[in-house]
């Protein structure tokens, strides 16, 4: 059975599907993690809890995670150039709203559809570039891959906090929504240009009904990096979500904090390159292990530190935050069959997306009843939970 066959989404120009789903992945992400940087500021402007704060970010990743399922099995059926595009346009317009929104219930609701609309992203560009390279260095390209998603977590919170010193907060989130606009549009022309992500024809579906199930080569491993990837996702929302508002505890301004989410994205960015290095010499389990105890080090530390020792650690919080998943994302597609990747992808990301919306609501609960050091601690604690599963893995 040829490529062609094989796939409704052949892939002539690896490079050129690289690049174009890093770049959706780059806007996606970006818009993902600014949400830090307005939560303090709504905070204060809206007179929410910790708790509300943390249903805020839950309304945008619940509504991410619990479509991420939903869209890869959509995809076997329209493709996923479309469902990029709408997705990519119905976060412009969530952003756009957003900029009109009166109070917590309307921030919620539109975050809901932002988020809704997000939920495309992971599972449909990782299949995208997981077929384009399974003659080549998939894990590689996975890899870069999953590194542009930091890219855009750094540019898009660190240019809007420099902004905010010039225009308001509800002027940012509409040039955001407009940005989203013109950058679906532009997906939905690029992919249709490279033939990437076109309607299945009725061969394709009955070639791809031929993998019965979800594909799932070791159903022990893909559950072991499965629960690893919750718990992992839960404390890095919960951490990102609850460190600004350390930082403004310490006496940071809103701009301090802009810079310090920048740093700590720009540690995650390295920390993608880092420990896919790490996974080719000490191998998944090693690498997994050495990120999650750094990760708990480097939180125990910076919540005993000044603000100029923090923001000298953060980069390192980055690199370990981000280097476990960095290390699970790519391991994925080894563990699955390639005709059912948008779904298995799916399937993984809305546990590990669910997770991060779920995290900061309940950590939200326990900062209002003690305090958000003691939540940080908490996290700590929690993320080196992950030692014992890497047993499961057999990577």
């Known amino acids: 059975m040829s490529e062609l066959a094989r796939h409704p989404s052949p892939a002539p120009r690896p490079r ?10 780059i806007l996606h992400d970006g818009y993902s993690n600014l949400l830090y940087l307005l939560l303090p500021i709504w905070a204060q402007e809206f007179q929410l809890s910790l708790f509300q704060v943390g249903l ?9 995670g619990l479509f991420q399922l939903p869209a890869g099995l959509l995809a076997e059926r329209v493709g996923e150039r479309i469902l990029l595009g709408i997705g990519t346009a119905l976060v412009g317009l969530g952003f756009l709203a957003l900029g009109f929104a009166s109070g917590f219930a309307a921030l919620v609701a539109l975050l809901a559809v932002a988020g809704f609309g997000s939920c495309v992203q992971h599972p449909l560009s990782s299949a995208l570039v997981s077929r384009a390279y399974e003659s080549g260095k998939r894990r590689a390209a996975l890899g870069i891959y999953n590194f542009s998603g930091d890219l855009g977590k750094i540019a898009l919170p660190g240019l809007v906090g420099l ?4 225009i308001t907060w509800r002027q940012a989130a509409w040039a955001c929504g407009i940005l989203g606009l013109v950058s679906a549009l532009s997906i939905i022309l690029v992919l249709q240009r490279l033939d990437l992500g076109r309607r299945p024809t009725a061969e394709d579906a009955a070639n791809m009904a031929a993998t019965s199930g979800w594909g799932i080569r070791d159903k022990a491993g893909f559950r072991a990096i499965t629960m690893i990837g919750i718990i992992d996702n839960g404390a890095r929302a919960a951490v990102l979500t609850f460190l600004p508002f350390l930082l403004v505890g310490k ?8 810079l310090a989410l920048s740093l700590i994205f720009a540690g995650g960015a390295f920390g993608k390159f880092l420990c896919g290095v790490l996974a080719e010499r000490l191998g998944i389990v090693r690498t997994i292990i050495v990120t999650e105890l750094l990760t708990a080090a480097a939180i125990g530390v910076i919540l005993v530190s000044p603000v100029i020792t923090t923001m000298i650690l953060l980069p390192v919080l980055g690199v370990a935050l981000n280097g476990t998943s960095s290390v699970l994302y790519g391991s994925v597609a080894d563990l699955v069959e390639s005709e059912r990747l948008a ?5 993984f990301y809305s546990f590990g997306i669910g997770a991060s919306a779920v995290s900061p609501a309940l950590y939200g609960i326990l900062s209002d009843a003690s305090s958000v050091s003691m939540t ?15 047993r499961f893995l057999r990577l």
Do not use: D, E
């Not at 779904?343 to 399937?347: C, E, N, S, V």
């Open 163 to 166: 902004a905010l010193a010039a």
């Open 56 to 64: 805020l970010k839950a309304a945008y990743s619940g509504a991410m």
């Open 376 to 390: 940080l601690a908490v996290i700590a604690a929690m993320v080196l939970t992950t030692i014992p599963l890497t």
């Open 343 to 347: 779904r298995a992808f799916g399937l």
């Open 16 to 25: 050129a599907t690289l690049a174009t789903c890093g770049a959706t992945h």
């Open 251 to 258: 006496g940071a301004s809103v701009q301090t904090v802009g």
